[in-house]
């Protein structure tokens, strides 16, 4: 089981930066690949991005790539979202979420953080 918990979400205008982070509980964090996604009001759910269970590798949403980016710190069981030249169109609800190496899908997800950009 994972438990994970998002914070640093928040207001910000246009063009600002704001750095999620998702603290995660377990002792095999590094086993996991982890995700980013978010749902704006009446959107569905979608991707942001996702890095490997080294760190080694990661893949983002077109929208995104080049203006934000995902990390990890398996030693402190943190995965983080720097989120730079923010647009209002990014606002949404954030969800950090945990894949296992066994899984095809994302096993476990936070409760969210709202990100509010104004224009």
């Known amino acids: 089981q994972v438990q994970l918990v998002e914070s640093g979400g928040g207001l910000v205008q246009a063009g600002g930066s704001l750095r999620l982070s998702c603290a995660a509980s377990?002792?095999?964090?590094?086993?996991?690949?982890m995700g980013w996604f978010r749902q704006a009001p009446g959107k569905v759910r979608e991707f942001v991005a996702t890095?490997?269970?080294?760190?080694?590798?990661?893949y983002y949403l077109e929208s995104v790539n080049g203006r934000f980016t995902i990390s990890r710190d398996n030693a402190k069981n943190a995965v983080f979202l720097q989120m730079n030249s923010l647009k209002p169109e990014d606002t949404a609800v954030y969800y950090c979420?945990?894949?296992?190496?066994?899984?095809?899908?994302?096993?476990?997800w936070g409760q969210g953080t709202q990100v509010t950009v104004s224009s």
């Open positions: 979420a945990a894949k296992s190496a066994s899984s095809g899908i994302y096993d476990y």
């Open positions: 377990g002792r095999t964090f590094s086993s996991y690949v």
């Open positions: 890095i490997s269970g080294s760190g080694s590798s990661t």
